[in-house]
Nanobody
C-alpha cells in the first residue's frame, strides 16, 4: 500500500507563486511516474502535469505550460509542483497521483492511476 500526502496549498493573489509537495510513503516500487491532477468546483478532474520515474520526461497541460514546473526527489519520495503567475482559473483542489510504469509518463485515462492523495486546496483571488 502506498500513501500520498499533499501539502502547500493556500489562498494567494493572482500573479503569486506557490509550491505544492506530495510525500509518498509505504510500499512503493522504484519505477513509477507521478502526476498532478486538479479539480475545480463543479468540474471534472483535469490533468495538470506528470513526470517520469527518473525525472527525465515531463508533460504539462496547455493551460499551465510555461507557468508550472513539476519535479521529484526520488531519494525523498517527494513530488513537487512549482506554480508561478497563478491565475484565478487555477483555483482547484490539487491531487498527486502515482502510476506504476517505467515507460508511460502520463496514463491515457485518469482512472488508470494506481494511487491518489487526498488533495490540497489552492485558491487564487483576483
Amino acid at each position: 500500500q502506498v500513501q500520498l500526502v499533499e501539502s502547500g496549498g493556500g489562498l494567494v493573489q493572482a500573479g503569486d507563486s506557490l509550491t505544492l509537495t506530495c510525500a509518498a510513503s509505504g510500499r512503493a516500487f522504484s519505477t513509477y511516474s507521478m502526476s498532478w491532477i486538479r479539480q475545480a468546483p463543479g468540474q471534472e478532474r483535469e490533468f495538470v502535469a506528470s513526470i517520469s520515474w527518473n525525472g527525465g520526461d515531463a508533460y504539462y497541460s496547455d493551460s499551465v505550460a510555461g507557468r508550472f514546473t513539476i519535479s521529484r526527489d526520488k531519494t525523498k519520495k517527494t513530488l513537487y509542483l512549482q506554480m508561478n503567475n497563478l491565475k484565478p482559473e487555477d483555483t482547484a483542489v490539487y491531487y498527486c497521483a502515482l502510476y506504476y510504469s517505467e515507460t508511460i509518463v502520463r496514463p491515457t485515462n485518469l482512472n488508470e492511476y494506481d494511487y491518489w492523495g487526498q488533495g490540497t486546496q489552492v485558491t487564487v483571488s483576483s
